[in-house]
């Protein structure tokens, strides 16, 4: 067999490797959304969703924990890299903040299975990485001028919990209701002291941006 003979057939099995973890993820992700959440599910169910054997699930994961953790790990590696090619130019906290709301409450609309798995296992608006970027936008945000509270943790609480509250609205909907995903991003930046007229521009500006990036950058998005 020739080097290239070699290269190919290894390209291949790591193609299918991955298209195997991906289908086993996907699978996770969709039965852990479901009622009761991870705790109620075992691996068995994630075979038959997958429509896999056992033995392929023990291959990539030793167990149902360490799969939703690379899920979890693999949402928040894809969140923030969504965010930094849809905004990283952007210096305006509250333009940041709206874009990055948007962006999620479009995601929850648009896929159920990952609304589901985020509102019920709060593995992902919990993390801490997440938690401390949302917490250093604010804060920048308070320092500028432009959002105005006395508590950054209480603020910090408020936007996140205002958030995952639409993504869970969103994940028992059909269809993407713009207008519900605009009027609650403006109410998370008025939860900041936000002035009205910077929040409302910078709420239309988000929606425009991401309306025009999504269906080109975003695989969510063409999937809808």
Same mark, same amino acid.
């Given at each position: 067999?020739?080097?290239?003979?070699?290269?190919?057939?290894?390209?291949?099995?790591?193609?299918?490797?991955?298209?195997?973890? #991906?289908?086993?993820?996907?699978?996770?992700?969709?039965?852990?959304?479901?009622?009761? /959440?991870?705790?109620? *599910?075992?691996?068995?169910?994630?075979?038959?969703?997958?429509?896999?054997?056992?033995?392929?699930?023990?291959?990539?994961?030793?167990?149902?924990?360490? #799969? *939703?953790?690379?899920?979890?790990?693999?949402?928040?590696?894809?969140?923030?890299?969504?965010?930094?090619?849809?905004?990283?130019?952007?210096?305006?906290?509250?333009?940041?903040?709206?874009?990055?709301?948007?962006?999620?409450?479009?995601?929850?609309?648009?896929?159920?299975?990952? #609304?589901?798995?985020?509102?019920?296992?709060?593995?992902?608006?919990?993390?801490?990485?997440?938690?401390?970027?949302?917490?250093?936008?604010?804060?920048? /945000?308070?320092?500028?001028?432009?959002?105005?509270?006395?508590?950054?943790?209480?603020?910090?609480?408020?936007?996140?919990?205002?958030?995952?509250? /639409?993504?869970?609205?969103?994940?028992?909907?059909?269809?993407?209701?713009?207008?519900? *995903?605009?009027?609650?991003?403006?109410?998370?930046?008025?939860?900041?002291?936000?002035?009205?007229? *910077?929040?409302?521009?910078?709420?239309?500006?988000?929606? #425009?941006?991401?309306?025009?990036?999504?269906?080109?950058?975003?695989?969510?998005?063409?999937?809808?």
């Amino acid at each position: 067999m020739t080097q290239e003979q070699e290269n190919f057939r290894s390209r291949v099995a790591a193609e299918k490797r991955d298209r195997m973890r #991906a289908r086993l993820l996907a699978a996770t992700m969709q039965v852990c959304g479901g009622e009761g /959440g991870p705790g109620a *599910v075992v691996v068995d169910d994630v075979v038959r969703a997958a429509d896999v054997s056992r033995g392929a699930f023990y291959r990539y994961f030793p167990s149902l924990d360490e #799969a *939703v953790a690379a899920l979890v790990a693999e949402l928040i590696a894809e969140i923030v890299s969504t965010a930094r090619s849809t905004f990283s130019d952007v210096e305006d906290p509250a333009l940041g903040s709206a874009i990055g709301s948007q962006l999620l409450l479009y995601r929850a609309a648009m896929d159920r299975s990952w #609304a589901g798995f985020v509102s019920r296992t709060n593995l992902i608006l919990g993390d801490p990485t997440l938690m401390e970027v949302l917490r250093q936008t604010i804060g920048y /945000g308070r320092t500028k001028g432009i959002f105005r509270f006395t508590s950054i943790t209480a603020a910090t609480d408020v936007f996140a919990g205002g958030l995952l509250a /639409g993504v869970r609205r969103l994940g028992a909907s059909e269809g993407p209701p713009a207008r519900y *995903v605009s009027e609650v991003s403006l109410l998370l930046l008025r939860s900041l002291g936000t002035d009205d007229d *910077v929040a409302v521009a910078a709420v239309a500006q988000g929606r #425009a941006r991401i309306e025009a990036t999504g269906p080109i950058r975003l695989a969510w998005w063409r999937g809808a």
